[in-house]
């Protein structure tokens, strides 16, 4: 893989609606590992292509490649027209400032005015090729929209709550006020293509709103790399899918967000019964080659008395049985790879209506303002909104019994099996592969007789991580997969009350929508916490409590989770 910054291919002028950028069997290795293979994509005017795919799968990798920062290995891109790249990290160089950000999103406009300006100057001087330059420097600064160009700027520098001061150093910033101040100056610069890799870090929600709105109103290509689903859903309309397939080659699915999901759903489901079919007559045939092996050392045998030659006469038969088998099992081909896991939530088998949580006036000083009531029954269902620091985590903490409320109490049914994911990863002990993390706590769980043996979910079963990432080492895994990992730990002791924190960190698409299906369909009771817009939009029609929204300080705020 070769980095190569390359400053011109990032601006060059072209005609109106032929701006693109066109990558065409692009392959990078990555040392041993290929990251991207064959992907053939192209970003053109009003092109809303959302990039998709797990952890590594070599995302923020092609918008590097499509930008001209890295040099594929194989394969070519063409670029025409003006690129703006927003990255997930933006460093402080020395002596940077806001205005150093702005006046490079400026540049390419002020350029034009100034250009504007001379050709003005030129016709009054009866220069003979002034109105041809005249109608150039015009056709750009009108397709730069130039005279508008410092008032888009400022409109999205407010509307991201970012800096406007253009003396502010860079460096007196935090990562995420820099971050939205490089946001603002590429979607005021008026770019032929934007190239997005996690734009919605560190936003608002009203920055949100203003991001997905001028998404939808850019006039040039998109393509935006994002864990946020509701900004995919809202704006992409064709998905670029990284994930392995049949094939191993990249997917681009036309139609939106759930057009997306749907092939997805059907290719996933077509590969699967393709693999099982193969894999069942494997094993037919297989079976065949060890019935024809025990006839020939026993089957064919006459009874006593039966005479030397009808014996030798049908030996060569079976002997020719079992050739032909074996002939059948080695000629047998499985071309069919195996297919990625999926989620699967085990068989719970919750009593709806059984008790598992009540919360009396319940209250943790300088971090939860109560007082809070509920009450959570087999089968119940609870979302919980609010603000940051409004107190949701340490209401799960309390509702898991990790943490005593100041005021009131917490009362958990003695059947129940309560188990709760925190928001970030939990740190297991780096040198242990994933399934020995996992057997401990299922070791853990049965030693403490909160889980009968015999109940004991293996983690193939759940279809959260494939073979060799169940040998990885935790500390070579990736956050995705680590996330992964603590969702096991969760369904390890076969909770009846699951508390789910920012559930969909760290997460996929796709796997963030497997959770959520497996989570409406599951007999447990189920709280989540959470800002992901798309699944408080998934889980809407769930009983919400509001934590820290009250216009009465100290307000009273009951939910009661209900099957549905």
Not at 421 to 428: A, P
Request: glycine residues 8%.
């Amino acid at each position: 893989m070769n980095l190569t910054p390359n400053p011109e291919s990032l601006s060059r002028s072209v005609e109106a609606g032929s701006a693109h950028v066109r990558a065409t069997d692009v392959t990078v290795t990555r040392g041993s590992r290929r990251v991207l293979t064959d992907v053939s994509v192209t970003v053109a005017a009003r092109t809303r292509l959302a990039v998709v795919g797990e952890n590594g799968r070599g995302k923020t990798t092609l918008l590097h490649v499509l930008a001209g920062l890295i040099t594929p290995d194989d394969g070519t891109v063409q670029r025409a027209g003006t690129i703006g790249l927003a990255r997930q990290e933006l460093p402080a160089p020395d002596g940077g400032t806001v205005g150093t950000l702005t006046s490079e999103a400026l540049g390419a406009s002020l350029t034009a005015l100034a250009a504007l300006d001379e050709a003005t100057l030129a016709l009054t001087t009866g220069d003979p090729s002034a109105e041809d330059r005249y109608a150039a420097a015009l056709d750009a600064a009108t397709r730069l929209d130039a005279w508008d160009a410092e008032r888009r700027v400022d409109m999205a520098l407010e509307a991201l709550d970012a800096c406007t001061d253009r003396d502010r150093p860079l460096a007196t910033l935090s990562v995420g006020q820099r971050y939205r101040v490089r946001l603002a100056c590429l979607l005021g610069a008026r770019h032929d293509v934007l190239l997005l890799d996690e734009p919605t870090n560190h936003l608002d929600a009203d920055g949100l709103d203003f991001l997905t709105r001028r998404l939808r109103e850019h006039d040039g290509g998109l393509a935006i790399v994002s864990h946020d689903r509701a900004l995919l859903h809202d704006v992409a309309d064709r998905f670029l899918d990284l994930d392995p397939t049949r094939d191993g080659k990249a997917r681009v699915y036309a139609g939106g967000h759930d057009a997306w999901q749907d092939a997805r759903r059907r290719e996933r489901e077509h590969w699967e019964q393709e693999y099982e079919q193969q894999q069942a007559e494997g094993r037919r045939l297989q079976d065949a080659v060890s019935k024809a092996r025990d006839r020939l050392s026993t089957g064919w045998r006459p009874d006593k008395g039966t005479g030397k030659h009808q014996r030798q006469s049908r030996a060569p038969g079976v002997v020719q049985a079992l050739n032909r088998q074996q002939d059948a099992l080695q000629a047998h081909r499985i071309d069919v790879p195996k297919p990625p896991p999926t989620l699967r939530l085990p068989d719970l088998g919750v009593r709806p209506g059984a008790p598992q949580v009540r919360a009396q006036g319940v209250a943790v000083d300088g971090r939860l303002p109560g007082p809070v009531d509920l009450s959570i029954d087999g089968g119940g269902r609870l979302l919980v909104t609010g603000p940051n620091g409004a107190g949701k985590s340490t209401l799960l903490a309390v509702l898991a019994a990790a943490l005593a409320p100041t005021d009131g109490y917490a009362w958990t049914a003695s059947e129940a099996r309560v188990a709760r994911l925190s928001q970030e990863t939990t740190g297991q002990a780096p040198e242990l592969t994933a399934d020995e993390v996992y057997a401990r706590q299922v070791g853990r769980l049965v030693s403490r007789g909160m889980l009968p043996a015999a109940e004991a979910v293996p983690l193939g079963s759940l279809g959260l991580l494939d073979s060799a990432a169940m040998r990885t080492p935790v500390g070579r895994m990736s956050q995705g997969q680590q996330r992964r990992l603590d969702l096991a730990l969760v369904l390890a002791g076969r909770p009846t009350l699951i508390l789910l924190d920012e559930p969909t960190n760290h997460l996929s698409s796709a796997l963030a929508d497997e959770l959520t299906a497996a989570i409406r369909a599951t007999s447990a009771a189920v709280v989540v916490a959470t800002h992901d817009r798309q699944l408080l939009r998934d889980l809407a029609d769930w009983p919400l409590l509001r934590i820290g929204e009250s216009s009465t300080p100290g307000a009273r705020t009951r939910a009661t989770g209900q099957s549905r």
